[in-house]
């Protein structure tokens, strides 16, 4: 469905790009959907906020370096978000860049394990799964394409987050990832919540950032630190739909963070705001498929009545515990070695890519990403022993 929408009388409204018309529904759906409605519903928050290593305001020299002693995601975004303006220079830059690989990366293994879930790929939920994945490994290049240009360089292999566990960098506290088959309460609680937009959610008590609030300030500071941009050992590929190209300009910056904030995380709620893909925002996309139905503007607003979204049959995959799975039968252990020394290559040639490899490295790091989808449908497709459901992939750095 592209170029027009029918408003309630079924006649032509506004011929606004869809993803741009799901955006705008924003404004106003916060008032029209009952409060009950699981698409108001990011996970419970947390009154406290995530912990603030920086020490608080103005204390931007006691961040550390980012590395693998950090963990996962680096920084807390809510510590770099404390930083005064006037001290987000280019180091301030570099590290929030480090949280944006790791808040990218940390997207990709359950929207795999939902797509990977999926036997009959031909319908539309598949569809949309599939085109959010190219989406966010166009995401992950563009923070990391950001970052060389500033000088820094992506550990992407160090930013890879164990399962189940918070976002990085403290974003959307109330929120855990785990990995699962597709089923409607793992659309809800992890694909949706992930990708919530600032509104139309009632966030108020909520003080942790949201991924739309730290890209939100990451362009400000580009902006106010206006540093020089370096194209070499930035990477140029095709990714899904999209086209990445090396950041030369302050308004490269601009069109690349718009672009990532109104695919997904930090919707701008405007219908000004379009691009030629003409694709829902991943949020709206999710809910489309928790709903069962596209949404449509009504009489009333916004509501998910348009044309059906039917839920896919998928592959049983359980809930994979921290930890990872306990004492795996030898065959199911086998898969998962296979899986994850093909994961650690992915992350490896990555790694790589961006650090002199180039494009053979990255294309070495495409084949290896196909190859982690055989083990993983094998893995789903063999039942745990006295437990319900099956197995299926852990994304565990050997």
Partial sequence: MTGTTEDAH???ADPFKRRSFLASAALVAAARIPAAD????????????PPDPAGGPGQSGALPECGPAAGPGCRSVAGLLAVPEADRGVGWLRQALEAAVALELATLPPYLCAWWSVGDR????????????????????VVCNLLVAVG????????APAYPGPLPGGVRSGVKVYLSGLTRPF?????????????P?????????????????????FREAAPELSARGQLSSRIGSDELKPVRTLADVER???????QGEGTASSPADAFQDDHPAHYYAFAEIYHGRQLRRTAHGWSFTGAAVPFPDARPMARVPAGGWPHPPERVRQLLDRFDSTYATVLDKLDAAWSGGGPS???????AMRAMEEPAVELMEIPIPDAPGNYGPQFRRP
């Fill in 10 to 12: 079924g006649s032509a």
């Fill in 38 to 49: 699981p698409v108001r519903a990011a996970g419970p928050p947390d009154p406290a906020g």
């Fill in 122 to 141: 031909r319908g539309e939920a598949a569809r949309l799964i599939r085109r959010i994945i190219g989406d966010e490994m166009y995401h992950l290049g």
């Fill in 152 to 159: 820094g360089r992506p550990r992407i292999r160090d930013a």
């Fill in 187 to 199: 659309v809800h609680d992890v694909m949706m919540a992930i990708e919530a937009p600032d509104r």
């Fill in 201 to 221: 959610l009632a966030r108020a008590a909520d003080r942790s950032p949201s991924i739309g609030d730290f890209y939100g300030d990451l362009l400000k500071a």
């Fill in 256 to 262: 690349c963070v718009a672009i990532v904030k109104e």
């Fill in 361 to 367: 490295a990255m294309g070495a790091a495409v084949h």
